[in-house]
């Protein structure tokens, strides 16, 4: 088996079974060719941190405003390329484990909520903001609610998964530098345009993982075991 089929297939075992797209699996290449490199020697949960401590970086670029917000694009991808790093480098190298796995999610919804106060300074209204990362939290809580109670993977790759999430606040920091002013045309913040984006991607993502979390749940919870007997004395 090629050494690419075999991430392939430890990236499905952690995402319940689920085959990668083309488009997933041309990005798991590239991350497991950085993942090769001198950057395996950092700890997954390292690296985890490491992408919320560059997304408050993007944030304070934001402060700054135009065209400082360039940065802000470019250390929101940094921070998608750290998010897939940490979960290649602990398959890579035999670190994968149950507590890294909630470190990654605790950073990750750490992550969610620094984007939505980068919205909110690319001009967004703090509702629509908030709308955005409740939006996030309640995707996330109710998958994993669905596998606490015995769902074997994610339910279903929806629209808002979290890359979406980054690329929504990248395009809005990089439309921010190239067009101070706003959107072309009807003059819109940038961080109102994608706020709105995020929501609609946000209902229309909860949608798919309600669908799959209706085929994927198990319909009624395993049987509890029964008392341990002993050998007859």
């Given at each position: 088996?090629?050494?690419e089929d075999t991430?392939?297939t430890?990236?499905?075992?952690?995402?319940?079974?689920?085959?990668?797209?083309?488009l997933?699996?041309?990005?798991?290449?590239v991350?497991?060719a950085?993942?090769?490199g001198?950057?395996?020697?950092?700890?997954?949960d390292?690296?985890?941190?490491?992408?919320?401590?560059?997304?408050?970086?993007?944030?304070a670029?934001?402060v700054?405003g135009?065209?400082?917000t360039?940065g802000?694009?470019?250390?929101?991808?940094?921070?998608g390329v750290?998010?897939g790093?940490?979960?290649?480098?602990?398959?890579?190298?035999?670190?994968?484990?149950p507590?890294?796995?909630?470190v990654?999610?605790v950073?990750?919804?750490?992550?969610d909520?620094?984007l939505a106060?980068v919205?909110?300074?690319?001009g967004a209204?703090?509702g629509w903001?908030?709308?955005t990362a409740?939006?996030t939290?309640?995707?996330?809580?109710?998958?994993?609610?669905?596998?606490?109670v015995?769902?074997?993977?994610?339910?279903?790759?929806t629209?808002?998964?979290r890359?979406?999430?980054?690329i929504?606040?990248a395009?809005?920091a990089?439309?921010?530098?190239?067009?101070?002013?706003?959107?072309?045309?009807p003059?819109w913040?940038w961080?109102?345009?994608?706020?709105?984006t995020?929501?609609?991607?946000?209902i229309?993502?909860?949608?798919?993982?309600?669908s799959?979390l209706?085929r994927s749940v198990p319909?009624?919870f395993?049987p509890?075991?029964?008392?341990?007997?002993?050998?007859?004395r």
């Amino acid at each position: 088996m090629a050494p690419e089929d075999t991430g392939d297939t430890g990236w499905s075992a952690l995402h319940g079974g689920i085959r990668p797209s083309p488009l997933v699996r041309g990005w798991l290449r590239v991350v497991r060719a950085l993942a090769a490199g001198p950057v395996a020697r950092v700890p997954p949960d390292v690296l985890s941190a490491s992408g919320v401590v560059v997304l408050v970086g993007a944030g304070a670029l934001a402060v700054v405003g135009p065209p400082w917000t360039v940065g802000t694009a470019l250390l929101v991808v940094l921070a998608g390329v750290l998010d897939g790093l940490d979960g290649a480098v602990a398959l890579r190298t035999g670190r994968a484990r149950p507590l890294g796995a909630v470190v990654d999610a605790v950073c990750d919804r750490l992550g969610d909520l620094v984007l939505a106060g980068v919205l909110v300074v690319l001009g967004a209204p703090v509702g629509w903001a908030v709308a955005t990362a409740a939006l996030t939290f309640l995707h996330e809580y109710a998958r994993a609610r669905a596998q606490a109670v015995g769902m074997p993977g994610v339910g279903a790759v929806t629209v808002a998964e979290r890359p979406t999430r980054l690329i929504v606040v990248a395009l809005a920091a990089a439309g921010s530098a190239a067009f101070p002013a706003g959107v072309p045309g009807p003059g819109w913040a940038w961080g109102t345009t994608f706020a709105v984006t995020g929501v609609a991607l946000g209902i229309v993502g909860l949608g798919q993982l309600a669908s799959g979390l209706g085929r994927s749940v198990p319909a009624s919870f395993p049987p509890e075991p029964g008392p341990q007997t002993g050998p007859d004395r």
